[in-house]
């Protein structure tokens, strides 16, 4: 049987996307978010995920766009003066590739994220990344290391299934990413299977450009009831309770509000149960 599994990525970031986050668990279809570890509102999210134990919380590896939890100069290579991680996925590419960056570095400042996350009482149940870091080879291997270190044994393949509306959207720069996600998909699912990593058969959503709205769940629903299309289907989600502050704190043109509301939406969960569709956790996907 189909499941969908609606999982609530940068959790621990800001107040606003926890309380997206605890409202819809409560009101809701959401049972699953990953947790960023460095971020300043990540106390706030570990006593939301320790009184909702439907959340299944997963590790939301960061190295970018955000701060490290090891002292900057403990990872120099990761980090600027400010002792921030680099801005975007881009110039994290860009360094990567050409040797700026030491993965000694990286496999200290992800461990050391997963034993933050560990100390503070959470038990992870799967691992992915901010802006899909975690996809590039070189970093997949260690990220599962990690991974299998602290028991987890389920990871996010960031592969959009060829074919779907959600391909055209956003502008020309949006579709040459999901491209270049699907062909590191493929090689990062047969790594992740020969480990023995589970991971959902599917990933829907909009990987770069428009929010997942209520009318895009719920045609998703539909579709996977037609098709009988096997295994789990993973959404990812940004929810946030308020555009006016988040849009400036993530310095990013986001509708957070309208991702919220479909995780919450009556309509969402009408489709869901006509479809005879459950919401799922990473540690609930069937193979």
Known sequence: MPQI????????????INAAVRESVERGLLR??????????FDDAVDIAKAHPTLGVGIHFTLVDGRPVLPPEE???????????????GAFVKDFLCGRIRRADIRRELTAQAQKIVAAGIR???VDSHQHIHMLPGIFSIALDVA?????RAVRISQVDVGEASWLAGSLGDIIGRAGLFALGVRARRLARRRGFAAPAHFAGLVAGAAVTPAFLVQL?????????????????????????????TRWQHDFEVEFTAATSADVRAAFSKNALTSVRFSEILL
Do not use: W
């Not at 299998?148 to 987890?152: C, L, S, T, V």
């Not at 009988?228 to 990812?236: D, F, P, Q």
């Not at 946030?240 to 400036?248: I, K, Y």
């Open 221 to 249: 629903a539909d579709s996977l009831a037609r098709t009988k299309n096997a295994g789990a289907t993973e959404v990812m989600m940004h929810p946030g309770t308020s555009n006016a502050a988040l849009v400036p704190f």
């Open 5 to 16: 599994l609606l999982n609530a990525d940068d959790f621990g970031r800001h107040a606003c």
């Open 148 to 152: 299998a270190q602290y028991g987890i």
């Open 32 to 41: 699953s978010a990953s947790l960023m570890a460095g971020e300043p509102a």
């Open 75 to 89: 990872i120099p290579s990761l980090v600027g003066a400010d002792g921030r991680f680099r801005p975007d996925h």
């Open 124 to 126: 992870p149940d799967h």
